[in-house]
């Protein structure tokens, strides 16, 4: 499946965007969406994951700020976050990962920058 993320940019402390990410086929099959990203310097982390059963999951530093939900009808997957901090500044990427067949398929990635 072909991923594309759309929603990143420039935002001060405190503020809030939506990523989107949406997929060439229908999600419905696919057993976990997810958002990753890697912030310069370092590896890419998990940042959040939801099932194909609606079960979500988070990082801990994102906890309690961010959101993710998958609209199966729209063949899209969303990560609403809320009170960014300077260091959510990274590249932040969308992922599908199906268990059988097994396939596990990338997005382009889109910038999150938080600064003032």
């Known amino acids: 499946v072909q991923l594309v993320e759309s929603g990143g940019g420039l935002v001060q402390p405190g503020g809030s965007l939506r990523l989107s990410c949406a997929a060439s086929e229908s999600i419905f099959s696919i057993d976990i969406m997810a958002w990753y990203r890697r912030a310069p310097g370092k590896q890419r982390e998990l940042v959040a994951a939801?099932?194909?059963?609606?079960?979500?999951n988070y990082a801990d530093s994102v906890k309690g700020r961010f959101t993710i939900s998958r609209d199966n009808a729209k063949n899209t997957v969303y990560l609403q976050m809320n009170s960014l901090k300077p260091e959510d500044t990274a590249v932040y990427y969308c992922?599908?990962?199906?268990?059988?067949?097994?396939?596990?398929?990338w997005g382009q990635g889109t910038q999150v920058t938080v600064s003032s």
């Open positions: 992922n599908a990962d199906r268990y059988f067949p097994p396939t596990n398929d």
């Open positions: 939801v099932t194909s059963t609606g079960t979500a």
